[in-house]
């Protein structure tokens, strides 16, 4: 949730959310949950952006 915006809070640095969820895989985690209403869907564009090429990991 704290990847995007929310109820007009300060605008999360995306990479370093990206680079959270390429370091959460790296830690062998493979269940992301979230929900297109954290941030209008933007939740679910940035772990699209982290996980290409890394689908089946």
């Not at 007009?8 to 979230?34: H, K, V």
Request: charge should be negative.
């Amino acid at each position: 949730m704290r990847m995007s915006s929310v109820w007009g809070g300060p605008i999360p640095d995306e990479r370093e959310s990206i680079a959270t969820t390429q370091q959460a895989l790296d830690n062998c985690i493979n269940f992301l949950n979230t929900g297109d209403f954290y941030g209008a869907g933007h939740n679910e564009m940035l772990v699209g952006k982290a996980i290409k090429g890394r689908r089946d990991d």
